[in-house]
């Protein structure tokens, strides 16, 4: 072998040469050390067409950074999502990256990606998240994933115009016009003069659309009215603060009395029942994103035409908007997380979270605050201007709010999957219980989610 | 050295080769070989699901740690939990003994029809067990939807006041019943009726020269007849109810106020919604031992019958 001049040093000493030429010689690539292939679960959208935008982004960040891009559309109908997300959390294999519904980046929080130098680099650029995103998608001090523009929703009024200025004498679109800038009479926006607007459009039979039920929908709206109350069931630790609560009281006093205008069978509406109450005309105002009232404009445009999208009321405390986001989390047993979170942080740059928007029909709303800008919420209609109050806006003087925080994630997680708070109002307002029996009963099952940690 | 090497060869391997072949025709071993892959299937989908279950139940809420049986412990004490044992029992056994009773009587009326048009009828009654339940469901929960339910419909053309089949917790419950009730009965009048058709014609004859009235013919003849029958019906179908889920979930949601969820969907949503992973296999295990139960009196008892009668 060594007449040949050929030793095994020789053919180590070439190759690490080759390898080395071969670096310095590769083209430069957007985000180091992506190539390969990336498999992506999405959210499937509501809004017609709203899954496309993702689709365009993929395309072109796998063709810059010659990655092999595929995305799959779950919905979340059947909890085909939640499944999904269970499932591959527990076989440890499926996607590279996935949508998590609120609430999953702490329960799959050990085997997420941490994804803090993505997050650092994108405040850097568009300043503070959404304080919702944040408390929901840290974890241990760490992002658990990028929170995510599309499927990202608050859940404002849906009103009809019409109906309110006819029945309870308010104009709500001079109110909160499509401007930056509060309209007279907006400071009395508050719940209890949609108590009176609540009364007066149930006898004139359109009730408003608000369900009692255990979906989101209704958790957030009733979670809305008690943060305006200032009533809270827990502290930051998790201890419950029920007994000689008046704010609570007087959240709970509210909500039964509401609920007295509102269709009888509210306690069995689920996320679409508000919709079609809408929809089909007999509802003057529901609690939801853009959705009901796009599907509206195809399919009922008269309805569609008398719709504006204001504010939630604010009580003694303050008003809250709910506000539901979408977290993309990166499997920690994913085969390529730097491309995965090279690819999140560009899906979150401004252009392409204005791409969400507008392709969602200005349902998506992006986790930067400052992102609340974008021109579709301007454009859109008809009317044009309809949902230009959808994202909060400064004038609005609102926070973005989620049902039962400020409690530990964990415990609020339970609280609002198994709907305490529309289940406490349901047991006084249908179920003929006392308060002090109600919120006994309350009490002792946030002690039982408490157990077994 | 050919030779002698061709000689010797059988010699050596002949006795392992015996065995093997000693071994392969036992009937025992090809028994077992034969079930290996039925052994291999309730192994993999049975067995070790139903052992990971047990381990899932024991671990605390973040799967860190075994805290033994207080997932049960946690379950019990809670009112909600409790609720979700009275009505999965309420439930499982109000739906099988109206199944059973209207199979019951459906399959009498089909053995009465001459056997030209039963096929037909039987095809008919036998559509609601064909359809996939989250299918029939869902039209059913159409019917029933708050806003636009079919039935307050048709109720309203006879000035009758709708009704919130859903929103209110009794109405709920008994549409819950209806559907899977349903659901559930044509599979109880197929059995009957197999079950009727194999009683002797000369047992109703000698019954009717002693005078018997249809009422003691039912009573002493067609009843003791279908009993074992009847017994492992009701199982099967205490079991399939007892564990059933899409019905609950489609059309209710556990809701109002949990009054009618069941094992199966307050397992889901503890364990999969409110990531509970731990507490709603717990949950779902409640279901084993009260089934076993059932299944070892109900078992024994067709054992019994079959003992006497040989």
């Given at each position: 072998?060594?007449?040949?001049?050929?030793?095994?040093?020789?053919?180590?000493?070439?190759?690490?040469?080759?390898?080395?030429?071969?670096?310095?010689?590769?083209?430069?690539?957007?985000?180091?050390?992506?190539?390969?292939?990336?498999?992506?679960?999405?959210?499937?959208?509501?809004?017609?067409?709203?899954?496309?935008?993702?689709?365009?982004?993929?395309?072109?960040?796998?063709?810059?950074?010659?990655?092999?891009?595929?995305?799959?559309?779950?919905?979340?109908?059947?909890?085909?999502?939640?499944?999904?997300?269970?499932?591959?959390?527990?076989?440890?294999?499926?996607?590279?990256?996935?949508?998590?519904?609120?609430?999953?980046?702490?329960?799959?929080?050990?085997?997420?990606?941490?994804?803090?130098?993505?997050?650092?680099?994108?405040?850097?650029?568009?300043?503070?998240?959404?304080?919702?995103?944040?408390?929901?998608?840290?974890?241990?001090?760490?992002?658990?994933?990028?929170?995510?523009?599309?499927?990202?929703?608050?859940?404002?009024?849906?009103?009809?115009?019409?109906?309110?200025?006819?029945?309870?004498?308010?104009?709500?679109?001079?109110?909160?016009?499509?401007?930056?800038?509060?309209?007279?009479?907006?400071?009395?926006?508050?719940?209890?003069?949609?108590?009176?607007?609540?009364?007066?459009?149930?006898?004139?039979?359109?009730?408003?659309?608000?369900?009692?039920?255990?979906?989101?929908?209704?958790?957030?709206?009733?979670?809305?009215?008690?943060?305006?109350?200032?009533?809270?069931?827990?502290?930051?630790?998790?201890?419950?603060?029920?007994?000689?609560?008046?704010?609570?009281?007087?959240?709970?006093?509210?909500?039964?009395?509401?609920?007295?205008?509102?269709?009888?069978?509210?306690?069995?509406?689920?996320?679409?029942?508000?919709?079609?109450?809408?929809?089909?005309?007999?509802?003057?105002?529901?609690?939801?994103?853009?959705?009901?009232?796009?599907?509206?404009?195809?399919?009922?445009?008269?309805?569609?035409?008398?719709?504006?999208?204001?504010?939630?009321?604010?009580?003694?405390?303050?008003?809250?908007?709910?506000?539901?986001?979408?977290?993309?989390?990166?499997?920690?047993?994913?085969?390529?997380?730097?491309?995965?979170?090279?690819?999140?942080?560009?899906?979150?740059?401004?252009?392409?979270?204005?791409?969400?928007?507008?392709?969602?029909?200005?349902?998506?709303?992006?986790?930067?605050?400052?992102?609340?800008?974008?021109?579709?919420?301007?454009?859109?209609?008809?009317?044009?201007?309809?949902?230009?109050?959808?994202?909060?806006?400064?004038?609005?003087?609102?926070?973005?709010?989620?049902?039962?925080?400020?409690?530990?994630?964990?415990?609020?997680?339970?609280?609002?999957?198994?709907?305490?708070?529309?289940?406490?109002?349901?047991?006084?307002?249908?179920?003929?219980?006392?308060?002090?029996?109600?919120?006994?009963?309350?009490?002792?099952?946030?002690?039982?989610?408490?157990?077994?940690? | 050295?050919?030779?002698?090497?061709?000689?010797?060869?059988?010699?050596?391997?002949?006795?392992?080769?015996?065995?093997?072949?000693?071994?392969?025709?036992?009937?025992?071993?090809?028994?077992?070989?034969?079930?290996?892959?039925?052994?291999?299937?309730?192994?993999?989908?049975?067995?070790?699901?139903?052992?990971?279950?047990?381990?899932?139940?024991?671990?605390n809420r973040r799967m860190t740690s075994f805290?033994?049986?207080?997932?049960?412990?946690?379950?019990?004490?809670?009112?909600?939990?409790?609720?979700?044992?009275?009505?999965?029992?309420?439930?499982?056994?109000?739906?099988?003994?109206?199944?059973?009773?209207?199979?019951?009587?459906?399959?009498?009326?089909?053995?009465?029809?001459?056997?030209?048009?039963?096929?037909?009828?039987?095809?008919?009654?036998?559509?609601?067990?064909?359809?996939?339940?989250?299918?029939?469901?869902?039209?059913?929960?159409?019917?029933?939807?708050?806003?636009?339910?079919?039935?307050?419909?048709?109720?309203?053309?006879?000035?009758?006041?709708?009704?919130?089949?859903?929103?209110?917790?009794?109405?709920?419950?008994?549409?819950?019943?209806?559907?899977?009730?349903?659901?559930?009965?044509?599979?109880?009048?197929?059995?009957?009726?197999?079950?009727?058709?194999?009683?002797?014609?000369?047992?109703?004859?000698?019954?009717?020269?002693?005078?018997?009235?249809?009422?003691?013919?039912?009573?002493?003849?067609?009843?003791?007849?279908?009993?074992?029958?009847?017994?492992?019906?009701?199982?099967?179908?205490?079991?399939?109810?007892?564990?059933?889920?899409?019905?609950?979930?489609?059309?209710?949601?556990?809701?109002?106020r949990d009054l009618t969820h069941v094992f199966?969907?307050?397992?889901?949503?503890?364990?999969?919604?409110?990531?509970?992973i731990p507490r709603g296999a717990a949950v779902?295990?409640?279901?084993?031992?009260?089934?076993?139960?059932?299944?070892?009196?109900?078992?024994?008892?067709?054992?019994?019958?079959?003992?006497?009668?040989?």
């Amino acid at each position: 072998m060594s007449k040949h001049g050929i030793t095994r040093r020789k053919v180590l000493r070439n190759g690490a040469g080759v390898v080395a030429a071969t670096a310095v010689g590769a083209p430069m690539v957007h985000a180091q050390g992506t190539s390969g292939s990336l498999r992506f679960a999405f959210w499937d959208h509501w809004v017609p067409g709203g899954n496309d935008a993702l689709k365009e982004l993929a395309q072109r960040f796998g063709e810059q950074n010659r990655v092999n891009m595929t995305l799959d559309f779950i919905n979340t109908t059947g909890n085909q999502l939640q499944l999904t997300i269970a499932a591959q959390a527990q076989s440890r294999s499926g996607h590279d990256g996935i949508s998590l519904l609120p609430w999953d980046p702490g329960t799959y929080a050990d085997q997420l990606e941490p994804c803090d130098d993505v997050m650092q680099r994108l405040s850097a650029k568009y300043g503070p998240v959404n304080p919702v995103a944040e408390f929901l998608a840290k974890r241990g001090g760490a992002w658990r994933g990028v929170p995510a523009t599309a499927g990202t929703q608050a859940k404002p009024a849906c009103a009809r115009f019409d109906l309110l200025k006819q029945h309870a004498g308010i104009d709500i679109r001079e109110m909160w016009p499509a401007a930056n800038r509060a309209g007279p009479g907006a400071d009395r926006w508050t719940w209890d003069t949609f108590l009176t607007a609540a009364e007066a459009c149930h006898k004139a039979g359109v009730p408003f659309g608000l369900p009692m039920g255990q979906f989101t929908d209704a958790v957030d709206w009733v979670g809305a009215v008690f943060l305006g109350y200032g009533a809270r069931v827990t502290d930051e630790r998790g201890n419950p603060t029920i007994r000689n609560n008046q704010e609570l009281r007087q959240a709970i006093d509210y909500l039964v009395r509401l609920s007295r205008f509102l269709p009888n069978d509210v306690w069995a509406w689920d996320d679409a029942s508000n919709n079609r109450a809408l929809i089909s005309g007999r509802s003057a105002l529901i609690f939801n994103p853009p959705s009901a009232w796009a599907v509206a404009k195809r399919d009922a445009p008269q309805v569609a035409e008398n719709c504006w999208t204001i504010p939630m009321p604010a009580g003694p405390k303050g008003r809250f908007l709910a506000y539901l986001p979408y977290v993309t989390g990166i499997w920690s047993f994913g085969r390529n997380k730097t491309a995965a979170k090279a690819f999140l942080e560009f899906i979150t740059q401004r252009e392409n979270a204005e791409l969400c928007v507008n392709k969602s029909q200005g349902y998506d709303i992006p986790p930067f605050l400052s992102m609340s800008d974008f021109k579709a919420w301007e454009t859109e209609g008809p009317p044009v201007g309809t949902i230009f109050n959808y994202p909060l806006k400064a004038h609005h003087q609102a926070t973005y709010s989620i049902a039962f925080s400020p409690a530990p994630p964990e415990l609020a997680q339970q609280m609002y999957l198994q709907a305490l708070n529309t289940k406490v109002v349901a047991r006084i307002a249908q179920g003929g219980e006392s308060v002090d029996s109600a919120l006994g009963w309350l009490e002792r099952e946030i002690n039982n989610m408490r157990r077994g940690g | 050295m050919a030779d002698g090497g061709a000689a010797t060869l059988p010699r050596i391997e002949a006795p392992g080769g015996a065995s093997l072949k000693r071994f392969a025709r036992r009937r025992s071993t090809i028994a077992f070989l034969m079930t290996l892959p039925l052994i291999a299937v309730i192994g993999g989908l049975v067995v070790w699901p139903a052992g990971y279950a047990i381990h899932l139940a024991t671990l605390n809420r973040r799967m860190t740690s075994f805290i033994g049986l207080g997932n049960f412990e946690i379950l019990l004490e809670s009112e909600t939990f409790r609720m979700v044992i009275f009505q999965s029992v309420f439930f499982a056994i109000t739906a099988v003994i109206l199944k059973a009773a209207i199979g019951f009587w459906l399959a009498h009326m089909l053995h009465h029809i001459p056997a030209n048009g039963q096929r037909k009828w039987r095809g008919m009654l036998l559509v609601p067990w064909v359809i996939p339940p989250a299918l029939s469901t869902l039209g059913w929960w159409w019917m029933f939807e708050p806003t636009y339910s079919s039935i307050n419909w048709i109720l309203n053309i006879f000035a009758i006041p709708s009704v919130p089949w859903l929103g209110e917790p009794w109405w709920a419950r008994i549409s819950v019943i209806i559907v899977n009730v349903w659901y559930g009965a044509p599979f109880f009048m197929i059995m009957y009726l197999a079950a009727l058709k194999s009683v002797p014609e000369q047992l109703y004859e000698a019954a009717a020269i002693d005078g018997a009235t249809s009422w003691q013919r039912l009573r002493y003849v067609t009843l003791p007849m279908m009993r074992n029958i009847i017994s492992i019906t009701v199982l099967f179908s205490l079991i399939v109810t007892f564990a059933n889920y899409d019905i609950v979930r489609v059309l209710t949601n556990g809701g109002p106020r949990d009054l009618t969820h069941v094992f199966a969907s307050y397992a889901f949503q503890v364990g999969i919604l409110a990531g509970n992973i731990p507490r709603g296999a717990a949950v779902s295990l409640f279901m084993f031992p009260i089934l076993a139960i059932i299944a070892f009196f109900v078992l024994r008892g067709v054992n019994r019958r079959n003992k006497e009668e040989a």
